[in-house]
């Protein structure tokens, strides 16, 4: 079994929806929660990260950490055709900060016009 | 900046061939680490180097050495490439270990 499990997708929406993007994982030390934003033939880029438990919320993007589930989301409003990627939810312990990232499979996001 | 940029972005090799990815990054980041990418995987950490001179294993450093002689540059080497290692190489850096990494765009290697 997987440390971080996403499901792969894809997730097709209209334009204007919200988005609820999720993972689950296994290892209770993990205490940095990160969601990355993957363009087709582009490298991830970092959407946000929070440490530990609760919500984190960045314009249209909010995450939300609970450990006590071993269950993160990442909830995009008013969804944009700007928005289709693959989303990456990535974590690591405590003592280790971004150093040892351990990454889900990555979740496939169309946002039709 | 150019940010962190990965050099070749496209490459083919023979099984056995060696070949040597290159990573630079101009942000005078202290922490550098290796990724491979395969379907239905996920990202996988290779090797990673908290400064210059100083390097360690991840989780699948099977197969590829690093060094890390300056802070800017932090190239993988694959001594005998094997199929198995056909894959996306992302190449990422940071500010210190407690700051969110900047990822390049990849080398696409693909090993017959």
């Known amino acids: 079994q997987k440390e971080v499990e996403q499901d792969p997708g894809p997730l097709s929406v209209p334009e204007g929806a919200i988005v609820s993007l999720n993972c689950t994982y296994s290892?209770?030390?993990?205490?940095?929660f990160m969601w990355y934003r993957q363009y087709s033939r582009k490298g991830p880029e970092l959407l946000m990260y929070t440490y530990s438990s609760g919500n984190k919320e960045d314009g249209r993007f909010t995450a939300q950490v609970d450990k006590s589930s071993k269950y993160i989301s990442l909830f995009i409003r008013d969804s944009q055709p700007s928005d289709s990627a693959t989303y990456l939810c990535a974590m690591s312990e405590g003592n280790t900060g971004f150093q040892k990232l351990v990454f889900g499979t990555g979740t496939r996001l169309l946002v039709s016009p | 900046n150019a940010g962190v940029t990965q050099t070749p972005k496209f490459q083919v090799l023979k099984t056995g061939q060696s070949m040597t990815l290159q990573c630079a990054q101009d942000m005078n980041h202290e922490y550098m680490s290796w990724y491979r990418q395969d379907p239905g995987m996920g990202l996988r950490l290779i090797h990673y180097?908290?400064?210059?001179?100083?390097?360690d294993q991840g989780e699948v450093p099977n197969g590829y050495n690093v060094s890390r002689s300056t802070t800017e540059d932090f190239p993988l080497r694959l001594l005998s490439a094997a199929p198995s290692q056909t894959s996306v190489y992302f190449c990422a850096s940071s500010f210190d270990v407690n700051s969110p990494l900047h990822f390049g765009n990849g080398t696409r290697l693909t090993v017959t």
């Open positions: 290892n209770s030390a993990f205490q940095y």
């Open positions: 180097s908290v400064g210059a001179g100083i390097t």
